[in-house]
């Protein structure tokens, strides 16, 4: 590494050279109050906020910084230059170097905004949001781009409504995509695609609905009706089983139900497998059996395969090996992998961190829309272990808080939680 940065700071002299003081037109975020120890870096971060870029390049030559975190600072000098491009490298240098670089989130989500890139600009800013949901500039820079584009695609799907059905549902599709919280919109959407009989395309916005409004019965009733068609009945016993909550004893329900599950029997699935959808607890070669089905496609077994010794004769083998092989669930030192414990909501936010972490590792874009106001569980004090991991499910909307904002982390997971996250994750892959 030393080695190659010599190279590189050449080169920054070169791009920066000649520069003169210049008040700043961008947000430089304020270093955390004793992260920076490092005395040239502070004196840069303070040139940098009084305009003089040139003072600040040489100051962070002379740091001794984290490297990750003075490819990020040269980022922000080239930002004062207006020199985007060169910025834009910068940023994805330090980036790649250490991904939760928040300044260097920060610095790449203002370029799209100045090259008026709004939807990457707004997607980055929402990204940056679930790792620091408490950042008052990053959700003013959210809530502005949101409310602004908002409002423009729903008055241009308004005037396209009676005169053009696919600039109309494109508009409200934009509108959506901004804001996604906003029910009406995304019931519009839902209701447009399924009586044009694009029942597939209505699904995710049913699904979205429902999160948002989880007593809605009509659009339960919906989604089942489009998880069968799709084939998926799994899904569908899952929600008529919701269904069944609100309405106990209803023949009619109950004999869909018993229709679907006739069908889910003849799946060629393992038995145990079909037999989670029925229960109210959920044990650890379950969950590794639910995101073998739901992932299969993006975990890979691209290493040694993990050895695993008190799987023989489990319906779940390949699954937990892939799993544990993966890194997203774990064995005990022992090589034991304990697969009748019933994992708690926790462990449960643990295994989907992990998770996540392995779909980005493998090159997966994934894209969450982050609560419109951070929000923290009653039960969980930030000294638990599993805070920060807990808070990141909790306002990336994978992992809910229940009608009391108890996050309730001792409870045993259940099959819905389960399924519910997982499918949460797998809608946020953007394909």
């Known amino acids: 590494m030393k080695a190659i940065l010599p190279a590189t700071l050449i080169l920054l002299t070169i791009a920066c050279g000649g520069v003169k003081p210049a008040k700043i037109d961008f947000h430089l975020p304020a270093l955390p109050s004793g992260e920076f120890s490092d005395a040239n870096f502070r004196q840069g971060w303070e040139q940098l906020q009084k305009g003089d870029s040139d003072a600040a390049y040489r100051s962070f030559q002379l740091s001794e910084a984290r490297l990750d975190r003075k490819q990020a600072a040269f980022g922000y000098v080239f930002l004062a230059r207006q020199k985007y491009s060169a910025a834009s490298d910068q940023f994805a240098q330090a980036l790649a170097t250490n991904p939760e670089n928040l300044e260097a989130g920060m610095g790449l989500a203002m370029i799209h905004e100045f090259e008026g890139k709004t939807t990457d600009a707004f997607q980055a800013y929402a990204d940056l949001l679930t790792k620091a949901p408490d950042d008052a500039w990053l959700k003013l820079k959210y809530e502005s781009i949101k409310t602004r584009s908002t409002q423009e695609y729903l008055q241009q799907a308004e005037s396209y409504q009676n005169t053009d059905k696919g600039k109309y549902i ?135 395969p993990e050895i695993i010794t008190d799987i023989d004769g489990s319906f779940a083998k390949e699954q937990i090996i892939k799993s544990c092989t993966a890194g997203i669930m774990g064995a005990r030192p022992d090589h034991s992998f304990d697969r009748f414990s019933i994992p708690d909501r926790a462990t449960f936010a643990v295994t989907l961190r992990a998770l996540v972490d392995y779909l980005v590792k493998k090159g997966q874009r994934l894209h969450f829309t982050p609560l419109p106001a951070a929000v923290e569980s009653l039960d969980l004090s930030p000294l638990h272990m599993n805070y920060e991991t807990i808070k990141f499910m ?13 996050f309730n982390p001792t409870r045993p997971v259940s099959p819905n939680d389960v399924i519910f996250s997982l499918k949460k994750i797998l809608n946020s892959i953007s394909e």
């Open 170 to 304: 494109d508009c409200l599709q934009q509108a959506h995509f901004f804001s996604p919280e906003m029910t009406a919109i995304t019931l519009k959407i839902a209701t447009f695609f399924y009586e044009e009989n694009q029942w597939q395309r209505s699904r995710p916005f049913y699904e979205a609905a429902l999160e948002k409004e989880p007593y809605n019965q009509d659009v339960l009733l919906r989604l089942a009706a489009i998880y069968e068609k799709d084939g998926k009945f799994d899904l569908a016993l899952v929600t008529l089983d919701r269904l069944l909550a609100f309405n106990p004893g209803d023949a009619v329900l109950e004999a869909e139900k018993k229709r679907i599950r006739d069908q889910f029997q003849e799946m060629n699935l393992p038995e145990k497998f079909k037999k989670i959808f029925f229960k109210t607890e959920i044990n650890r070669e379950e969950m590794a059996a639910l995101i073998g089905y739901y992932f299969d496609r993006y975990i890979e077994m691209d290493r040694t």
């Open 394 to 406: 909790v306002n990336a909307q994978i992992l809910p808080l229940d009608s009391d904002q108890l």
